[in-house]
Each structure stands twice: as structure tokens, then as C-alpha cells.
Antibody, heavy 118, light 108 residues
Framework: QVQLVESGGGVVQPGGSLRLSCAAS????????MHWVRQPPGKGLEWVAYIRSDEGSIYYADSVKGRFTISRDNSKNTVFLQMNSLRAEDTAVYYC???????????WGPGTLVAVSS | EIVMTQSPATLSVSPGERATLSCRAS??????LAWYQQKPGQAPRLLIY???TRAIGIPARFSGSGSGTEFTLAISSLQSEDFAVYYCQQYNNWPPWTFGQGTKVEIQ
């Protein structure tokens, strides 16, 4: 069965960095596009970043452009989110999500919490 | 950017009753609309895609309809496990992929 498991979250000071990972299994990872979606505490869902299966296309939300970098390692079935210059408003649960070839998200990981606080 | 607006923010329904949730897009998204269910402390779960196609394992009491800018998610007879927050999401014009702000379905 499809599994996505995020890791790497934690508490970081403003201006700091974190690298999130999402380990995938149960499907041919190298043929699917992947996303990161976040959810601030008590709030709604916000799409963050996208990477095509072959890394040929990458997109970011305006709120993270220039600070976050998405990447993937198809040999390790893993997608990453490098987060730099973190701000208090980046505090959220970060989910990785599998794209169903059309732009909706058919599987989600359980999420990892990132808290930016001094 | 396409803005998705859901209504109402909160819907109070008794178990066994029907619930109807609305989602409006700021411009046409065709049928490229998905619905998700999220329970406290859990990740969202895909319910509906293509505006009206149920995802694998989703009970028939969930149905989606609409196209263009107006969409509806209906739950025909609410079960206890259906009390949750529901989000719509458009995938017609991207980036960005955009979500509505959510509708909370609570027990009346």
C-alpha cells in the first residue's frame, strides 16, 4: 500500500533552516509528481511546492519562493524540502502529498510539525 | 490565482441527516475540483476528484456535483465518523494549487 512518511520537523529560531524529508513506498515513486502542503495550527491548507517526477518542473508558492527548495532522489524514493530564512508564519504541519497525474493529491503523509519561535 | 470560497464555515447537522457543502471558484475550473476530509490530528483524505468521482474506498453516501465555478459536496446520511472539516481544491489553473478555507461539519 502507498505510504508517505515525513521527518525533519522541529523547533527552530527565526532566520534558521530545516530540511524536511518524505520517504515514499508502495508505488513507482519515480513516475509521480510530488507536492508539499502546509497547515498552520488551527488554519486551512496551503500548497507550498511541487516537483515533477523527472525534476523537469518545479514551482513554489509566492510565500516561500526564494527561501524554500524542493528536490527529490528517485533512487531513494524520497522528496525533500529545504527551508531557509524561516519566519514565524512558516509555523505549520508540513505534509508531503502524491500527485494523481492531474493535480490533486491522492495520498498524504501524516505530516511533520515545524515551529519557528525564539 | 484562483480563489476558492467555501460556505458555510460551520454546518451543524444531526446524525442521519443530509449535509450539503458549497465551494465557489473565482473563475472557471471546469471539472478539475477535488474534495478532502480532515479529522483532528490527521492528514487530509481524498474524497472526490473530477468534481464527482469518488476516490477508492469512499462510501456512496458522499457525492460531488457541479462544474465551472459552483460545486457541491453532499453527504446523504451523516454518520458519526463524517464529522470533520472538508476542503475543496482546484487543479485547473496552476501554480498555485488552491484550497478553500474549509467547512467544519459538527454535531448538532
Amino acid at each position: 500500500q502507498v505510504q508517505l512518511v515525513e521527518s525533519g520537523g522541529g523547533v527552530v529560531q527565526p532566520g534558521g533552516s530545516l530540511r524536511l524529508s518524505c520517504a515514499a513506498s508502495g508505488f513507482p515513486f519515480s513516475t509521480y509528481d510530488m507536492h508539499w502542503v502546509r497547515q498552520p495550527p488551527g488554519k486551512g491548507l496551503e500548497w507550498v511546492a511541487y516537483i515533477r517526477s523527472d525534476e523537469g518542473s518545479i514551482y513554489y508558492a509566492d510565500s516561500v519562493k526564494g527561501r524554500f527548495t524542493i528536490s527529490r532522489d528517485n533512487s531513494k524514493n524520497t522528496v525533500f524540502l529545504q527551508m531557509n530564512s524561516l519566519r514565524a508564519e512558516d509555523t505549520a504541519v508540513y505534509y508531503c502529498a502524491k500527485d494523481f497525474w492531474s493535480g490533486f493529491f491522492d495520498y498524504w503523509g501524516p505530516g511533520t510539525l515545524v515551529a519557528v519561535s525564539s | 490565482e484562483i480563489v476558492m470560497t467555501q460556505s458555510p464555515a460551520t454546518l451543524s447537522v444531526s446524525p442521519g441527516e443530509r449535509a450539503t457543502l458549497s465551494c465557489r471558484a473565482s473563475q472557471s475550473v471546469g471539472s478539475n475540483l477535488a474534495w478532502y476530509q480532515q479529522k483532528p490530528g490527521q492528514a487530509p483524505r481524498l474524497l472526490i476528484y473530477g468534481a464527482s468521482t469518488r476516490a477508492i474506498g469512499i462510501p456512496a453516501r458522499f457525492s460531488g456535483s457541479g462544474s465551472g465555478t459552483e460545486f457541491t459536496l453532499a453527504i446523504s446520511s451523516l454518520q458519526s465518523e463524517d464529522f470533520a472539516v472538508y476542503y475543496c481544491q482546484q487543479y485547473n489553473n496552476w501554480p498555485p494549487w488552491t484550497f478553500g478555507q474549509g467547512t467544519k461539519v459538527e454535531i448538532q
